[in-house]
T-cell receptor
Framework: EAQVTQNPRYLITVTGKKLTVTCSQNMNHEYMSWYRQDPGLGLRQIYYSMNVEVTDKGDVPEGYKVSRKEKRNFPLILESPSPNQTSLYFCASSLGQGPVVPQYFGPGTRLTVT | RKEVEQDPGPFNVPEGATVAFNCTYSNSASQSFFWYRQDCRKEPKLLMS???SGNEDGRFTAQLNRASQYISLLIRDSKLSDSATYLC??????????FGSGTRLSIRP
């Protein structure tokens, strides 16, 4: 089954404690991206990757890091989380051909930073 | 002003009705357009692309008006299962993918 998986699904943490949200896809997609969704603001792109070892900033990259060492994995790293990073996070992937937009989303990770 | 704007709704319509909603965008350099649906507390799902000539997928019709800078989604013969939030997406490049905040649709029996 074609899917994007994220872990953990729910996370409550404290300010400053480094965390990683994993994302994996099994469709051999080249394009992967991370979004955060906040009420009234819609989904905003954090980082995206067009292929292995190629990552670029989206609209709201501050406070986040990513890496793309393998095609299937695209972890999101928060080195020093702050309360304004409390949000619902989605990882997404697509083949990367034609107009590049997310084709499949993961189930989401609800993060609370206290 | 937001780059992509949608009426948040909710649109509350009876089963079987036809419903349409629009999405306006402000950047004329926008190249690609899409509709997604998102069920409550779930991930967005790509519904359909929007082509300049308009396109149809079953009960769903999407249209693009570049002159007035809006896209529309029309749902015919609405089903209870169509209840969801519909997100429009406007793309200029891989780094400029803008999601609207969504229009909430509720279909009543």
């Amino acid at each position: 089954e074609a899917q994007v998986t994220q872990n953990p699904r729910y996370l409550i943490t404290v300010t400053g404690k480094k965390l990683t949200v994993t994302c994996s896809q099994n469709m051999n997609h080249e394009y992967m991206s991370w979004y955060r969704q906040d009420p009234g603001l819609g989904l905003r792109q954090i980082y995206y990757s067009m292929n292995v070892e190629v990552t670029d900033k989206g609209d709201v990259p501050e406070g986040y890091k990513v890496s793309r060492k393998e095609k299937r994995n695209f972890p999101l790293i928060l080195e020093s989380p702050s309360p304004n990073q409390t949000s619902l996070y989605f990882c997404a992937s697509s083949l990367g051909q034609g107009p590049v937009v997310p084709q499949y989303f993961g189930p989401g990770t609800r993060l609370t930073v206290t | 002003r937001k780059e992509v704007e949608q009426d948040p709704g909710p649109f509350n319509v009876p089963e079987g009705a036809t419903v349409a909603f629009n999405c306006t965008y402000s950047n004329s350099a926008s190249q690609s357009f899409f509709w997604y649906r998102q069920d409550c507390r779930k991930e967005p799902k790509l519904l359909m692309s929007v082509y300049s000539s308009g396109n149809e997928d079953g009960r769903f019709t999407a249209q693009l008006n570049r002159a007035s800078q809006y896209i529309s989604l029309l749902i015919r013969d609405s089903k209870l299962s169509d209840s969801a939030t519909y997100l429009c997406v406007v793309s200029r490049s891989a780094s400029k993918i803008i999601f609207g905040s969504g229009t909430r649709l509720s279909i009543r029996p």
